[in-house]
């Protein structure tokens, strides 16, 4: 809500009976004194080309859950504020009491949008293919009946409308939904910028918790096997000041800029994202998983799999999948002591090579140890003992290419030494690795160069329940797809940057994960499409290869409005056959040719 800034003379009671109407104490500044967090409510005024400040008044003290105790000093100014509620909001102090406005609901009913379709002029045209097929497959895939029995009919509208948008544009800001809105076809009236981050702030975790419990049980009907999640973490920039989960100095792909990280999981049957949490720019991949863990404790999982790569290998990460009852396949480091004699066993054999050893399939050389795994379970007071299977594989490909590149090194690094030239760091550790100091100096040791050659080319996956070596490679690269929907958040759903305030943040991410849930379904789709054995020749040749061209080929499919004095309809363009045949494919229906 804005705040009127044009007042410059404080008075107090014109000032209360503002805080009353508005129901909001805006702008303020946090002051931190000695660890102890103060709102701070002020007024500047402009003076020729200088901003001088005209008053600021502590507001009260603001706790670690952003709720703020209001002042005596402050309450004795403004009495009427005595017994309400504050919450800290960005820079605004939002009230709620008996004295508040109460602000009218956010969601738009089905007359606002009625009334705003009566406002089209004759042969009006609204851009409806993308929001057509995005609107169809959330129908199909129950994420409309979930966000309805969460949200309620009116929220869910709003919100399924925002994620088609920022599905339909790669490049989408949360400010030009108006405008967008205004010429697309969509069951929610428009809603300025102001509104839509409203919507944002009005999204709590435990309606999210409610709602990703839903779209699990749906996932886990659909899927009567055993279920494999895949899960890693990515990192996302933000422009914003106020999001306290931001740090400095993390970033890959931007390092002035602060990060969130986002953990994320995903169905690899369905490709579909089941859960996501927001975390701290700090936060290493192990202690993400942590995270995970202590939330899966809401959520059903019992059957699941997780697929992860090797930064989640440690023995404690191990103790605490085991403890949660949690499967798991995940890449491990070679130098971890729970690999490194089951690696020094097989090494040489699986060089040999052989038949009892070869994964036609892959190209590859493998062997599997099969052990037990030791820990300690706070439940019974024992330790426990589970089944571990430890799978090694040799790439002869790879193990070639590593093989020449470190000799090409171990050269150049052998001259360097001989010249007696300064090392670099990792030169220095290569030294360490393959060269022993003598008298005469640094030389190169055969002894080292085979106890480090036997290991190249050479990679590790272990598994709580997979004791085949294929099946477990076959599930493990299938985690890609969890690659994918990072690059389709990013590239697709404008979630490279968090452009939003902190109080907006959760909604905003809640609204791209949405988005990522319809371009996924989108995709495998296609995929399915492509690969049904009864995809006849004539719209397999149709299926376009990628998402985001489909679906600006889309958006150029328009209705039309039509008025007359009893009644209005709206009629569609004609659909081109290739993109017929293309909703054919996927299990869309050609939309009715006119809507009334």
């Not at 009671?13 to 000695?34: C, D, L, M, R």
Request: overall charge positive.
């Amino acid at each position: 809500m804005k705040t009127d800034t044009s007042q410059t003379n404080f008075d107090p009671s014109a000032q209360e009976n503002y805080f009353i109407k508005s129901g909001v104490i805006s702008p303020i500044f946090i002051k931190n004194n000695h660890g102890i967090r103060y709102a701070i409510f002020y007024r500047n005024k402009w003076e020729g080309s200088t901003c001088q400040k005209q008053f600021q008044k502590t507001v009260g003290r603001i706790f670690d859950d952003d709720s703020v105790e209001l002042g005596k000093k402050f309450l004795s100014q403004f009495p009427a504020l005595k017994d309400c509620k504050a919450t800290l909001s960005g820079r605004t102090i939002r009230l709620a009491g008996p004295n508040i406005a109460v602000l009218p609901p956010l969601e738009p009913m089905a007359q606002q949008r009625q009334a705003f379709f009566d406002e089209l002029d004759q042969n009006t045209r609204l851009s409806a293919g993308a929001s057509y097929v995005l609107w169809q497959i959330a129908q199909q895939n129950h994420l409309l009946t979930d966000l309805e029995d969460v949200f309620g009919k009116n929220r869910a509208a709003v919100l399924l409308s925002l994620a088609i948008f920022f599905a339909s544009d790669p490049g989408a800001v949360a400010s030009e939904f108006e405008i967008y809105s205004h010429h697309t076809w969509l069951p929610c009236s428009p809603l300025s910028s102001q509104e839509v981050s409203e919507v944002f702030q009005s999204i709590l975790n435990p309606e999210v918790m409610r709602f990703l419990h839903k779209r699990i049980q749906h996932s886990k009907s659909s899927e009567q096997n055993s279920l494999y999640w895949s899960f890693d973490t990515t990192s996302i920039s933000s422009y914003s000041e106020t999001i306290r989960k931001t740090a400095y100095g993390y970033s890959k792909e931007n390092p002035e800029l602060p990060q969130l990280n986002l953990g994320l999981i995903v169905s690899e049957n369905s490709g579909e994202p089941l859960y996501y949490k927001v975390l701290e720019g700090s936060i290493s991949d192990p202690l993400a998983l942590r995270q995970l863990l202590v939330d899966t404790a809401q959520l059903d999982t019992s059957n699941v799999s997780l697929v992860m790569d090797r930064a989640f290998s440690s023995p404690s990460l191990l103790d605490q999948l085991y403890k949660n009852n949690l499967g798991f396949i995940c890449g491990s480091k070679t130098n971890l002591n729970y690999c490194k004699s089951v690696i020094n066993s097989f090494a040489r054999e699986l060089q040999l090579g052989g038949v009892d050893t070869f994964l036609e399939e892959y190209g590859l050389q493998a062997k599997t140890s099969s052990t037990t795994w030791s820990y300690y379970d706070p439940s019974t007071g024992y330790r426990e003992r589970k089944p571990l299977y430890i799978h090694v594989y040799l790439d002869p490909f790879r193990a070639a290419g590593e093989r020449e590149t470190l000799l090409k090194k171990l050269k150049k690094l052998q001259k360097k030494i001989k010249a007696k030239s300064p090392l670099n760091k990792p030169e220095a550790d290569l030294r360490k690795q393959f060269f022993i100091k003598g008298s005469l100096g640094w030389a190169y040791d055969k002894e080292l160069w085979q106890q480090n050659e036997k290991l190249l080319g050479l990679f590790v996956l272990v598994s709580s329940s997979v004791s085949s070596a294929a099946e477990a490679l076959r599930i493990y690269r299938q985690r890609d797809i969890v690659e994918k929907n990072f690059n389709n958040l990013k590239e697709r759903c404008s979630g490279r940057r968090m452009r939003c305030q902190e109080s907006a943040l959760e909604g905003k991410v809640f609204v791209l994960f949405l988005s990522l849930i319809l371009l996924m379904n989108l995709k495998m789709r296609f995929h399915r499409a492509r690969e049904e054995e009864n995809c006849q020749e004539e719209k397999a040749k149709f299926l376009p290869d990628d998402v985001p061209d489909f679906l600006r080929s889309l958006s150029v499919i328009d209705v039309t409005s039509r008025k007359s004095e009893n009644n209005q309809f709206f009629y569609w363009d004609l659909i081109p056959k290739k993109i017929r045949l293309t909703l054919e494919a996927i299990g869309i229906k050609e939309p009715p040719r006119f809507i009334t």
